[in-house]
């Protein structure tokens, strides 16, 4: 398939270099119109592609979308089982869709909680598209911040007690450095659709200064148009960084 690049909806120096997005109320979407909430996360997958495909064209560099959290094994196990085919089925079909864009794909979250087969798709997709530059998109799937960060704290503190790291040598960059988001630049814009104005364990240390933009969109809902708002939305915000 070949994705046809579009003006983008702000200049292109306005333009965000990494959208973080929190694909929520899936669930909500199905119960609204009463149908099970695996089928609010069908509806969800078909968004999350149809997003893709957006980036692609209006050219955005890094993406990270939150597909399931530490947290969610919490859920009922037929609603875990459900998203966990639904992501083996897109972990597919984004294989030959997006192979021809230039799409990187990158996990961020912790590999070993998924089942071998998912989790040797994870594997063999990130080596497959690991020399694509056009798009990073990062699939943040057993996701949590804390844990990003524990896991990060366990390489470092391994350097240290081997004894190629001093302790005096640990900085910022350093520890962004061993997050899963090593590759990616921080966060610019997070769009939380859905409703809920909260974080909810996403990218905690990589969104420091992040633009946050939150809408009452269901996920399911959510569009290239709704999306197009939100760049706007981002380019009319002065970003200070803590100076004047
Ligand atoms: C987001 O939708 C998808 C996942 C967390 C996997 P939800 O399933 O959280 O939908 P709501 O928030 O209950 O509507
Ligand atoms: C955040 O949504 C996680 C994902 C979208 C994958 P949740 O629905 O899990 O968040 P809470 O529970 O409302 O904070
Ligand atoms: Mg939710």
């Known amino acids: 398939m070949a ?30 119109r009463g149908m099970p909430r695996k ?5 969800g997958a078909k968004a999350f592609r149809k997003m893709m495909i957006h980036a692609i064209e209006i050219g955005i560099e890094y993406i990270s979308f939150y597909a399931f959290s530490t947290e969610n094994w919490k859920r009922p196990d037929d609603e875990v089982h459900s998203i966990m085919n639904l992501m083996s ?18 996990l961020l979250g912790d590999n070993e909680a998924f089942n071998p087969e998912l989790r040797q798709k994870f594997i063999d997709l990130e080596n497959d598209t690991k020399d694509f530059h056009a798009l990073t998109a990062g699939c943040c799937a057993n996701y949590g911040s804390r844990d990003e960060i524990v896991h990060a704290a366990k390489a470092i503190a391994r350097q240290v007690k081997d004894g190629t790291l001093q302790p005096e040598d640990i900085t910022e960059d350093l520890i962004s450095r061993n997050l899963y988001t ?11 659709p859905g409703g809920e104005m909260r974080i909810s364990n996403f990218l905690l240390w990589q969104c420091a200064y992040a633009e946050l933009y939150f809408c009452d969109t269901l996920w399911p809902d959510f569009d290239a148009k709704e999306f197009d708002k939100a760049i706007v939305e981002y380019a009319r915000r ?3 960084f803590g100076g004047l």
């Open 182 to 192: 090593k590759d990616m630049p921080d966060v610019d814009l997070l769009i939380r």
């Open 89 to 106: 089925k897109y972990l597919t079909d984004a294989r030959t869709e997006f192979g021809d864009e230039h799409v990187r794909i990158i």
């Open 39 to 43: 089928l609010g996360h069908v509806q």
């Open 3 to 32: 994705i046809k690049l579009i003006e983008p909806p702000v200049p292109r120096d306005m333009m965000p270099k990494h959208v973080a997005v929190i694909m929520d109320g899936n669930g909500r979407w199905a119960k609204k």
């Open 238 to 240: 002065t970003r200070r």
